[in-house]
């Protein structure tokens, strides 16, 4: 209920949300900004469906092999693990990312 009573009271949203975003963002006293560099990812598992819908057919998950040295896709259905010509990354429900050392 506060948070809408706040909204509603700002006779200029765009400015009154930009300055929240500021104090937020802006470090406390006595703290040093923290400057990590950029954040690059690399995509490198994903979880989708096989099935019609999602009342029917189950889950698997496609990761990447370069951790294992190896290279590309697999994907682990159940108790099998097979190599992923394509894996179907558009149809993922869940995206695992590593940050890239820049």
């Known amino acids: 209920d506060r ?7 700002q006779e200029d949203l ?7 975003q500021a104090e937020q963002q802006a470090p406390k006293p006595g703290e040093q900004p923290l400057d990590d560099g950029p954040g690059i990812y690399e995509l490198v598992g994903f979880v989708s469906h096989v099935g019609r819908n999602t009342s029917s057919g189950h889950y698997v998950f496609h990761g990447r092999r370069a951790a294992a040295g190896g290279s590309g896709w697999a994907i ?4 099998v693990v097979a ?9 993922g429900y869940l995206y695992l990312y590593r940050r890239s050392a820049a």
């Open 83 to 91: 190599r992923s010509e394509t894996p179907p990354k558009e149809l």
């Open 3 to 9: 948070a809408a009573e706040w909204l509603f009271s």
């Open 76 to 79: 682990f259905n159940d108790d």
């Open 14 to 20: 765009n400015t009154a949300v930009a300055q929240v």
